[in-house]
Every structure is written in C-alpha cells, then in structure tokens.
C-alpha cells in the first residue's frame, strides 16, 4: 500500500506560481508511475502530468506549458509548479501513484485546492 498526502494549495492571483507538493510513504517499491489530476467544479477530473520510473514526463495538452511535474527521490516527494496561474486553474488538485502491474492510478491522496482570483 502506498500513502499519498498534498500540500501546497491555496489562494493565488492570476499570474503567480505555486509549488505543490505529494509526499509518498509505503511501499514505495512497487510504484511504476505518478502523476498530478485536477478537478475543478462541475467538472470531471483530469489528469495533468505524468512521470514514470525512468524520469519520462507527459502533460495534458492544457499543461504543456505552464506545467512542471518533478520528483525528489530521496524526498520521496512528488512536485507539480504552475505557472502564470489563470482562475481556470482553480481545482482540487491530486497525486495519484500506479504500482508496477496495474493499469490504472490505485493510489490517491485527499487533494489540495489551488483557488486563482483574477
């Protein structure tokens, strides 16, 4: 089992930046893959970057941009910076893990709001 806790959300103007932040516990052998989703209200979740074991990365085409996902090894922390926020960034935003073997994101922390004022 692999425990996932957010933190780095909150309140930002448009046009800042933010750090957030997925700190893993468990059985972090097992994990193949991790990624950032978001869910914004009324809305269905998204998943907005990806980084498997060998460091590749991939984005939803609504993150390419101002989108870096990254991770500390040693940390065993998981990192997503957003850039020029915009309000339609506004979400709870989730790390998710996949353990080697699973095709779908069976790890799921409580999420953090990001909320972007214009």
């Known amino acids: 089992q692999v425990q996932l806790v957010e933190s780095g959300g909150g309140l930002v103007q448009a046009g800042g930046s933010l750090r957030l932040s997925c700190a893993a516990s468990?059985?972090?052998?097992?994990?193949?893959?991790m990624s950032w989703h978001r869910q914004a209200p009324g809305k269905q979740r998204e998943q907005v970057a990806a980084?498997?074991?060998?460091?590749?990365?991939n984005f939803a085409d609504s993150a390419k941009e101002r989108f870096t996902i990254s991770r500390d090894n040693d940390k065993n922390t998981l990192y997503l910076q957003i850039d020029n926020l915009k309000p339609e960034d506004t979400a709870v935003y989730y790390c998710?893990?996949?353990?080697?073997?699973?095709?779908?994101?069976?790890?799921w922390g409580q999420g953090t709001q990001v909320t972007v004022s214009s």
């Open positions: 468990g059985r972090l052998f097992t994990i193949s893959a």
């Open positions: 998710a893990a996949r353990t080697t073997g699973r095709s779908t994101w069976d790890s």
């Open positions: 980084i498997i074991t060998s460091g590749r990365k």
